[in-house]
């Protein structure tokens, strides 16, 4: 269970969720006091939650807080009625505020405090190797390919520019994974100069390929403005049925034909093959996906991200972070960059090094496989009872 308040931290939030929302019987939730949505610290973006008196009880507990917010009597209760049952405690950035108000002391092992950003994806495969064993938080990591390399070095904080302006759209859709989109957004929402959108195909509420985040767009393809870029993020069964819409691969092909950059980020490749757009190209996605990137034409490399010109395409997950990252530097110039990476922060020290394939155990890939194949099969049932794709669409 994630507790959630208004100006709540991408990372903080979409971290835990990818790494620790794909432990074996996971159900992961998102809560607040008030069941309300609830809004980031930055951008467009609200989700759905819950009401924190319903929940009788979790797991593991992580608090995200927000920097709009403060800890309320109900929230206080809540935690201190069921903190002895939780297997692990994890506040982060904010959450630190809400662990504090409810007398928890953090002992670094169940109950565990954190600065946020990066730190959240370190400590949530620290807790999955104590709850669920070292070979499977290493294949936790693979599965979403936390191999991270921040583009700075430490630097001086600059102020943060408000020009020149740039539109940046975000493709979701049901089934999408969410620190695909999630990632990039947490960078580039911090640049006052840049606008972001979340389009949709059409106007209703999406949700992950976890099952734990319900969100609406707010421009849908069609109407939206004309972004200078379009990120695609990616996903599994969800990924396959949005990639045949002919809304998006239409829109994908007039905003290529005005001369504009298109960026994916793990499986979303798929989406800009289905297009042709990469047909000849080097390209990277997700380690998992090579032979259906290579079957649509495409030269798969094993990078973190690959810049081709007219489209630049991001490696599992997490590489989405970084390469956004570089996009604000290159945009913008080094200093923004090292700033923007230092706000995050994005100080990544995963536990275990087992991000990348080259890097990982037979053993490992095998149970990363497993993962991402029993994920897609739980993604494809919720698909199909909320009929998503269905006439409405």
Not at 38 to 54: D, H, I
Not at 182 to 209: E, H, K, Q, R, W
């Amino acid at each position: 269970m994630q507790l959630v308040a208004d100006g709540f931290g991408l990372l903080d939030l979409a971290g835990p969720a990818e790494i620790l929302g794909r432990l074996p019987d996971a159900n992961p939730v998102l809560a607040s006091a008030s069941g309300a949505p609830v809004v980031a610290a930055t951008g467009p973006l609200a989700l759905e939650t819950a009401r924190l008196a319903s929940i009788d009880g979790a797991d593991v507990i992580i608090l995200n807080g927000g920097v709009r917010a403060s800890p309320t009597q109900p929230e206080i209760g809540w935690l201190r009625s069921h903190s002895q049952r939780a297997r692990a405690i994890l506040a982060l950035g904010e959450g630190r505020r809400w662990l504090e108000a409810a007398g928890l002391e953090p002992d670094g092992k169940r109950i565990v405090a954190a600065e946020g950003g990066a730190a959240a994806l370190d400590e949530s495969l620290r807790i999955a190797a104590r709850l669920e064993g070292r070979s499977m938080a290493e294949a936790l990591q693979l599965a979403i390919e936390y191999d991270p390399a921040p583009p700075f070095a430490a630097g001086p904080a600059v102020k943060l520019p408000g020009a020149p302006p740039m539109r940046i759209a975000i493709l979701i859709y049901e089934g999408m994974t969410a620190l695909d989109a999630f990632g990039p957004y947490a960078v580039l929402s911090m640049v006052p100069a840049i606008t972001l959108d979340l389009v949709g195909v059409s106007g209703a509420t999406v949700n992950n390929d976890m099952g734990n985040f319900y969100f609406r767009p707010n421009a849908v393809i069609g109407s939206a403005a004309e972004p200078d870029l379009i990120l695609v993020p990616g996903g599994s069964i969800g990924t396959e049925w949005i990639k045949s819409d002919p809304r998006v691969k239409s829109w994908l092909m007039q905003h290529h034909a005005s001369d504009r950059k298109i960026a994916s980020v793990c499986t979303g490749a798929l989406i800009l093959a289905e297009t042709g757009l990469l047909k000849g190209k080097p390209a990277t996605t997700h380690w998992a996906s090579q032979a259906a990137l290579e079957a649509k034409g495409s030269r798969f490399e094993h990078a973190r991200y690959l810049d081709q010109g007219s489209t630049l395409t991001a490696a599992g997950v997490s590489a989405g972070i970084d390469f956004a990252l570089s996009l604000t530097g290159e945009l913008y110039g080094k200093d923004v960059g090292t700033t923007i990476q230092a706000g995050i922060p994005y100080k990544p020290a995963p536990p275990f090094r087992s991000g990348a394939l080259p890097l990982a155990r037979q053993d490992v890939i095998d149970q990363a496989r497993a993962i991402l194949q029993h994920n897609a099969l739980a993604s494809a049932i919720r698909i199909k009872k909320r009929d998503w794709w269905g006439e409405r669409q």
